[in-house]
């Protein structure tokens, strides 16, 4: 099963510098995000527009574990 939609969305092509490039995918990787999702949040903050940003990222190591299933031991 795929991801959900996003709904509709617009593509934009950015080009930056090789050096600056590598520090965008950089820092997109630390938060878990896309490269894309990654230059929509900065701009969504550098415009104050937050309600444009990206949903965070699910916090994967604060959730819950799965127990694992117990061992039974046949009579």
Known sequence: ???PSKGE?????????VAFGAI???????????????L???A??????PQFAPA???DRA???DIPEEAS???A
Do not use: F
């Open 1 to 3: 099963m795929g991801r």
């Open 9 to 17: 969305r617009d593509a934009i092509l950015a080009k930056p510098p």
């Open 24 to 38: 965008l995918k950089h820092n997109a990787d630390e938060m878990g995000l896309a490269y894309g999702e990654y």
């Open 40 to 42: 929509v949040a900065l």
């Open 44 to 49: 969504a903050e550098a415009l104050n527009m």
């Open 56 to 58: 965070p990222p699910r």
């Open 62 to 64: 604060s959730e819950l």
């Open 72 to 74: 039974t031991r046949a």
